[in-house]
């Protein structure tokens, strides 16, 4: 658990490292609260919705798709989702540094679905658009396979190695 409230503690600290554990931890505790928070808002009326529905073929509103739930979250959901916004942005421009990589390239998937955002205003460059999104989804990809990649042994020009020592846990976790 403290794993997962250590971006909490470090909360908008955007230099030094941070652990595949310490984000992947992160990430989890954010998809844990989020979907709590989005069923406390559907089931308080708060704007949110969660549903079990089945999905039927025949029907004029289907996708086609199989039975699920929906859950789509509400006022609490998007005030948590406010909080956190700080957190989670420094937690992965740490997680870039240790590997090495400058924090800068969080922006990598934003300026092309940006890009595809505004040319999707105009018809005649729909196709530019879609290639814009496209470059950007790619970025997103990146990003992700350089989240799971391991950090630089030992120090880098962002700092010590998060891993060099972990005797003193209880130091980590002050």
């Known amino acids: 658990?403290?794993?997962?409230?250590?971006?909490?503690?470090?909360?908008?600290?955007?230099?030094?490292?941070?652990?595949?554990?310490?984000?992947?931890?992160?990430?989890?505790?954010l998809i844990i609260v989020s979907i709590v928070l989005s069923i406390v808002d559907g089931v308080l009326g708060l704007g949110g919705s969660?549903?079990?529905?089945?999905?039927?073929?025949?029907?004029?509103?289907a996708s086609g798709f199989s039975y699920g739930?929906?859950?789509?979250g509400?006022?609490?959901t998007g005030l948590f989702s406010l909080a956190v916004l700080v957190p989670n942005i420094a937690v992965s421009?740490?997680?870039l540094h240790d590997i090495n990589r400058s924090g800068w390239w969080i922006l990598m998937p934003v300026a092309p679905y940006a890009l595809g955002f505004i040319l999707m205003a105009s018809v005649h460059t729909f196709i530019v658009a879609g290639l814009m999104m496209f470059l950007g989804f790619v970025?997103?990809?990146?990003?992700?396979?350089?989240?799971?990649?391991?950090?630089?042994?030992?120090?880098n020009r962002f700092g010590p190695d998060?891993?060099?020592?972990?005797?003193?846990?209880?130091?980590?976790?002050?």
């Open 93 to 95: 421009v740490r997680r």
């Open 74 to 76: 509400g006022w609490l």
């Open 1 to 29: 658990m403290e794993w997962m409230i250590l971006p909490l503690k470090r909360y908008a600290q955007f230099n030094g490292r941070s652990t595949r554990r310490e984000f992947w931890m992160w990430v989890v505790f």
């Open 162 to 174: 998060p891993l060099a020592d972990m005797s003193d846990l209880s130091e980590t976790f002050r």
């Open 50 to 61: 969660n549903s079990l529905t089945h999905t039927s073929l025949a029907g004029p509103d």
């Open 139 to 155: 970025g997103a990809i990146v990003l992700l396979v350089w989240y799971c990649l391991r950090g630089t042994p030992g120090p």
């Open 69 to 72: 739930a929906a859950t789509r």
